[in-house]
């Protein structure tokens, strides 16, 4: 039966995890006590050996009775001729006795030394065990009190640059790019929340100002109900790129062949009606560019950049398209004349939501296109780089890495042929 004391459980339990023993510590304590154990003993070992095969005829005093005679003297090294061999074979008998008694007393003492050394070093491994692991004690403990409240906390370990010290930096550089990835998780779901918050609020007000309309007909609802279905199929676009943005930052499920000339040209086609519509002059020079990676990412990657380029023009621009190989990789640039960008502004622009122009954004685009090709890219290993340029506008090129068995020279276009077209792209948001 477990006696419990109410208000003293939380007690017994903090001071019992205080002053736990540590295993880590024992075992360190062990390692030293048994490392010393077995230096010790092979000493010891060694020192018996050296002793036991010294020479046995080493006897100091003797006298023995011969006759009448009481004969005195000592005995070192070789016997003295004028001893006889009788007293020379007992004075031999008594040195190797001597010996071994001398011999039996070195063990034992020998023994009883070394049990008392392992004790000792047992204790001098348990103080440096618990001076070396008091930095993880500390390390440990305020990780443990790190929460997502208080993740700008820092172990920053003090001291020489030692072990303790680099995974100390190790846990700081982790703790910062958890901090960087709540926060930016934080606010992208605040602009998603905005972003799908705005057209409800809309047709919520669109519905009720119908119902409440007395004079409303059947026209008044048609138009009412046309709008609240735009802004349904906007509602779909954005969570059908957000979608896109969740596939392309969680990696690729397949892998095959992709030539970014193919659908660089698609996605040029597709756009004509809105180059036309917007006046925009369209210029390309498509070379074959092929890599490895998910055929439909690269086709979402390739119109977004399209899209983006239109979306944010100028009357009387221009969008330029390149395709090609440099340096071993398949790479696609795409630049558009616009209006002047900010230098310290483009890397903001592949965040989810952000754009310069609010009122650009209008319609079926939400700020999620270039953040989608960020995520895409990352997803393939590409390389995006992005500049404004001195004239106004943006040129955003992404290389991807071609695999050796696709970097041999490949057959020249046949001039005049005309190439299988493929489905055309749906639009994307």
Same mark, same amino acid.
């Given at each position: 039966?477990?006696?419990?004391?109410?208000?003293?459980?939380?007690?017994?339990?903090?001071?019992?995890?205080?002053?736990?023993?540590?295993?880590?510590?024992?075992?360190?304590?062990?390692?030293?006590?048994?490392?010393?154990?077995?230096?010790?003993?092979?000493?010891?070992?060694?020192?018996?050996?050296?002793?036991?095969?010294?020479?046995?005829?080493?006897?100091?005093?003797?006298?023995?009775?011969?006759?009448?005679?009481?004969?005195?003297?000592?005995?070192?090294?070789?016997?003295?001729?004028?001893?006889?061999?009788?007293?020379? #074979?007992?004075?031999?008998?008594?040195?190797?006795?001597?010996?071994?008694?001398?011999?039996?007393?070195?063990?034992?003492?020998?023994?009883?030394?070394?049990?008392?050394?392992?004790?000792?070093?047992?204790? @001098?491994?348990?103080?440096?065990?618990?001076?070396?692991?008091?930095?993880?004690?500390?390390?440990?403990?305020?990780?443990?009190?790190?929460?997502?409240?208080?993740?700008?906390?820092?172990?920053?370990?003090?001291?020489?640059?030692?072990?303790?010290?680099?995974?100390?930096?190790?846990?700081?550089?982790?703790?910062?790019?958890?901090?960087?990835?709540?926060?930016?998780?934080?606010?992208?779901?605040?602009?998603?929340?905005?972003?799908?918050?705005?057209?409800?609020?809309?047709?919520?007000?669109?519905?009720?100002?119908?119902?409440?309309?007395?004079?409303?007909?059947?026209?008044?609802?048609?138009?009412?109900?046309?709008?609240?279905?735009?802004?349904?199929?906007?509602?779909?676009?954005?969570?059908?790129?957000?979608?896109?943005?969740?596939?392309?930052?969680?990696?690729?499920?397949?892998?095959?062949?992709?030539? @970014?000339?193919?659908?660089?040209?698609?996605?040029?086609?597709?756009?004509?009606?809105?180059?036309?519509?917007?006046?925009?002059?369209?210029?390309?020079?498509?070379?074959?560019?092929?890599?490895?990676?998910?055929?439909?990412?690269?086709?979402?990657?390739?119109?977004?950049?399209?899209?983006?380029?239109?979306?944010?023009?100028?009357?009387?621009?221009?969008?330029?398209?390149?395709?090609?190989?440099?340096?071993?990789?398949?790479?696609?640039?795409?630049?558009?004349?616009?209006?002047?960008?900010?230098?310290?502004?483009?890397?903001?622009?592949?965040?989810?939501?952000?754009?310069?122009?609010?009122?650009?954004?209008?319609?079926?685009?939400?700020?999620?296109?270039?953040?989608?090709?960020? #995520?895409?890219?990352? #997803?393939?290993?590409?390389?995006?780089?992005?500049?404004?340029?001195?004239?106004?506008?943006?040129?955003?090129?992404?290389?991807?890495?071609?695999?050796?068995?696709?970097?041999?020279?490949?057959?020249?276009?046949?001039?005049?042929?005309?190439?299988?077209?493929?489905?055309?792209?749906?639009?994307?948001?």
């Amino acid at each position: 039966m477990t006696l419990r004391i109410p208000g003293l459980t939380p007690v017994f339990h903090r001071i019992r995890a205080r002053y736990r023993p540590s295993r880590v510590r024992m075992r360190l304590s062990l390692l030293y006590a048994g490392a010393f154990t077995g230096t010790g003993a092979v000493l010891l070992a060694i020192l018996y050996l050296l002793v036991s095969h010294s020479p046995k005829t080493q006897f100091s005093r003797f006298q023995r009775s011969d006759g009448n005679r009481l004969i005195q003297g000592s005995l070192s090294g070789n016997p003295s001729p004028e001893l006889s061999p009788l007293v020379t #074979a007992d004075m031999q008998a008594a040195a190797e006795h001597q010996h071994d008694l001398e011999m039996e007393h070195l063990l034992v003492q020998s023994a009883i030394a070394l049990c008392i050394m392992v004790l000792i070093s047992f204790v @001098l491994g348990w103080l440096v065990a618990n001076r070396i692991l008091r930095p993880l004690r500390v390390m440990t403990s305020t990780i443990q009190r790190i929460s997502a409240r208080n993740l700008h906390e820092r172990l920053a370990a003090p001291g020489p640059r030692d072990e303790m010290v680099d995974l100390s930096d190790t846990v700081d550089g982790l703790l910062e790019r958890l901090e960087t990835a709540l926060a930016t998780h934080k606010r992208f779901v605040a602009n998603a929340a905005h972003e799908l918050r705005t057209p409800l609020t809309l047709e919520h007000a669109l519905i009720e100002e119908t119902l409440i309309d007395r004079t409303a007909d059947v026209a008044s609802f048609r138009a009412a109900s046309e709008r609240v279905l735009e802004i349904c199929r906007q509602q779909e676009r954005l969570l059908e790129s957000l979608l896109t943005l969740t596939t392309g930052e969680r990696g690729l499920d397949r892998r095959e062949p992709v030539d @970014l000339a193919e659908i660089a040209e698609d996605a040029l086609d597709i756009a004509e009606s809105d180059f036309l519509r917007r006046d925009v002059r369209r210029e390309s020079t498509i070379l074959p560019a092929v890599t490895v990676g998910d055929r439909a990412l690269v086709e979402r990657l390739v119109t977004n950049l399209v899209e983006n380029a239109l979306t944010y023009n100028v009357p009387d621009g221009f969008v330029e398209v390149r395709t090609g190989t440099e340096d071993g990789r398949a790479v696609i640039t795409v630049s558009n004349s616009g209006h002047q960008v900010p230098d310290d502004q483009v890397s903001q622009l592949f965040e989810p939501f952000h754009r310069l122009d609010r009122r650009a954004g209008r319609g079926w685009n939400h700020g999620l296109g270039l953040s989608i090709v960020r #995520a895409i890219a990352s #997803a393939h290993g590409a390389a995006l780089a992005a500049e404004a340029r001195p004239g106004g506008g943006l040129a955003v090129r992404v290389a991807f890495p071609v695999p050796v068995e696709l970097r041999g020279p490949r057959p020249p276009a046949v001039a005049g042929g005309a190439r299988q077209r493929r489905p055309a792209l749906a639009r994307r948001g």
